[in-house]
């Protein structure tokens, strides 16, 4: 027994040797002293002193360590919200002075001589002397109206540094949106604009902040695509994405940040993606000896449907919508068995949204008819409203009635969810995030049959997704009832579906729909008509999309097996 250690291990009644967990420090020295190796220790996420970044005030958020920028590749970060993501890339691009954990300023002299040794030492002293240029997509593309004026070919040309505005407008599908005014884009669109605003410029550094948000999955290969194509080896790219996929194709190296959201943040060291977003998935961080979630994530290929004897809960003849000669939707006949989950899959502009707020009841078909009449229907719309004067807790509870006190709603909606640290915040103050789970709760909370879900992954970080897929599941599980979601993470889509619808056609043009599908047949025609292949993770189950042009994508293209 080594110096020290005598006040930590001692006996018990029982006359065992034991760990004082009070006084253990996790040094790891009765670990490695051990002849046996029967004693094995884990620390729980905690702050690592010494190596403080930036303190927001006395009591405020403290961020631990930095990743490092590389050239000639994009790293990625990955992690809940409320650790320190966009702090991170705030920090990198010049924008926030780290303050290195105290109250007052430090002098650039002494920020450069903390990082002494490292790669960061560099990056921190050309960002004093202004000798790094930067192109940072920013998180808030809801703002790009408020400061910038004019139609997108105008924006475009103004940040052109490159002279490939043209090759951008084609590869990030902004063609026929050049001549209209920024105040008149949609979401996709305005931040598809201020992707390809980022990319045209000349800079040593890119920032990407969650440039997924808005976007379909036809749209994010777009964007990622774009983002590859700025990369030479004088360059380096920063990237803070929540859409596993994505990530996953975008990133060569990945850090990981955890810790107390809205506390502290730590960022790891650098793992290549693969490795990086499996150690996330895990919760277990081996470098730094760490649980910081206590189960691990797996996923499992949906295949065949199991058969059921349910009646069908919704049916549905062959429908049409028009909408002044300038969109029509046409919808093939189908029924949705209680019980399951439906995923609608397609672009932005296809009908989706419109299919869904027929069944709600909110729009009627030009032709054709929905069947089943007297079901209840609640519906949580794609573009979230907080104008209600009051509290979570009172809207909650107005919205479930009893139902709010039972132990259900308060184990699998408000707990999963975890919204028992907003029950007291006025809705009309929630971040996007915070005002998605509640507009979940509020729909799950409702007594209906059809629960009608319109992207409830928008603005929710990873754990969020597949906690929100999994109230959404636990909620029609065993009892005559359905869902219906309009997704386009490709993980949370998997994790909720069982059967699949997928929409086809020229969006904003013509739509049409075919389902409910097999989940393996409806993937397959959905990512084919993406353009992409998936392969299987062996360690986590994940789907990852393959490299166009790899040998795994030229070998399922060839089989026709989009979805392995």
């Given at each position: 027994m080594k110096s020290g250690q005598e006040d930590t291990i001692k006996l018990n009644e029982e006359g065992l040797l034991v760990i004082d967990e009070d006084l253990c420090t996790g040094c790891g020295i009765c670990v490695r002293v051990c002849p046996f190796g029967a004693i094995s220790i884990v620390n729980l996420p905690a702050p690592v002193v010494g190596e403080d970044i930036h303190r927001y005030g006395r009591n405020g958020f403290v961020l631990y360590r930095l990743p490092i920028p590389r050239k000639a590749a994009i790293v990625g970060l990955i992690g809940p919200n409320g650790v320190g993501k966009t702090t991170v890339l705030r920090i990198l691009s010049g924008a926030l002075k780290p303050n290195l954990g105290r109250l007052d300023e430090p002098s650039w002299d002494e920020i450069i001589e903390r990082f002494r040794g490292s790669e960061l030492q560099d990056h921190f002293k050309k960002i004093s002397e202004r000798g790094i240029t930067v192109s940072m997509k920013p998180e808030r593309i809801d703002l790009i109206p408020k400061v910038a004026k004019g139609t997108v070919s105008k924006i475009?040309?103004?940040?052109?540094?490159?002279?490939?505005?043209?090759?951008?407008?084609?590869?990030?599908?902004?063609?026929?949106?050049?001549?209209?005014?920024?105040?008149?884009?949609?979401?996709?669109?305005?931040?598809?604009?201020?992707?390809?605003?980022?990319?045209?410029?000349?800079?040593?550094?890119?920032?990407?902040?969650?440039?997924?948000?808005?976007?379909?999955?036809?749209?994010?290969?777009?964007?990622?695509?774009?983002?590859?194509s700025i990369i030479r080896e004088d360059r380096s790219v920063l990237l803070a994405e929540h859409d596993l996929a994505m990530l996953d194709y975008l990133s060569d190296y990945v850090h990981i940040i955890y810790g107390l959201p809205d506390v502290y943040g730590v960022v790891s060291f650098p793992h290549s993606s693969r490795d990086g977003i499996n150690i996330f998935l895990d919760g277990y961080l081996p470098e730094d000896n760490v649980r910081f979630r206590d189960y691990s994530i797996k996923f499992v290929k949906k295949g065949a449907a199991k058969p059921t004897e349910r009646s069908p809960l919704v049916v549905y003849t062959n429908l049409?919508?028009?909408?002044?000669?300038?969109?029509?939707?046409?919808?093939?006949?189908?029924?949705?068995?209680?019980?399951?989950?439906?995923?609608?899959?397609?672009?932005?502009?296809?009908?989706?949204?419109?299919?869904?707020?027929?069944?709600?009841?909110?729009?009627?078909?030009d032709s054709g008819d929905v069947l089943t009449s007297g079901l209840k229907v609640a519906y949580k719309p794609q573009y979230l409203r907080s104008d209600y004067e009051g509290t979570v807790e009172d809207l909650l509870r107005t919205v479930a009635g009893s139902f709010y006190s039972s132990s259900y709603f308060k184990t699998e909606v408000l707990h999963r969810l975890r919204l028992t640290g907003l029950l007291d915040r006025r809705v009309d103050e929630l971040s996007g995030g915070a005002l998605q789970r509640v507009a979940i709760a509020i729909t799950l909370a409702r007594d209906a049959d059809i629960y009608l879900l319109d992207e409830p992954s928008a603005f929710l970080d990873v754990e969020m997704r597949l906690a929100a897929a999994k109230a959404i599941k636990r909620r029609i599980e065993g009892e005559s009832k359905a869902a219906i979601i309009v997704e386009h993470d490709l993980l949370m889509a998997e994790s909720l579906a069982d059967r699949v619808i997928v929409f086809r056609g020229d969006p904003g043009i013509h739509g049409s729909a075919k389902g409910p599908l097999e989940v393996s047949k409806g993937m397959n025609k959905f990512l084919k008509d993406v353009g992409i292949t998936i392969r299987r993770d062996p360690s986590t189950g994940r789907p990852r999309v393959n490299k166009p042009g790899s040998k795994m994508d030229q070998l399922a293209r060839s089989s026709g097996v989009y979805y392995a």
């Open positions: 475009l040309r103004r940040a052109d540094q490159t002279g490939k505005v043209d090759e951008m407008v084609e590869l990030l599908g902004l063609d026929g949106l050049e001549d209209r005014e920024v105040a008149q884009l949609s979401g996709g669109e305005l931040q598809r604009l201020a992707v390809g605003v980022a990319c045209l410029k000349d800079a040593d550094l890119y920032v990407f902040d969650e440039p997924s948000n808005y976007l379909d999955i036809y749209q994010r290969m777009s964007v990622a695509r774009a983002i590859r049409t919508k028009k909408y002044d000669e300038s969109f029509r939707l046409d919808v093939e006949e189908g029924e949705i068995v209680a019980g399951e989950v439906v995923v609608a899959l397609g672009p932005n502009g296809i009908g989706k949204t419109t299919f869904v707020r027929i069944l709600a009841g909110e729009l009627s078909p």
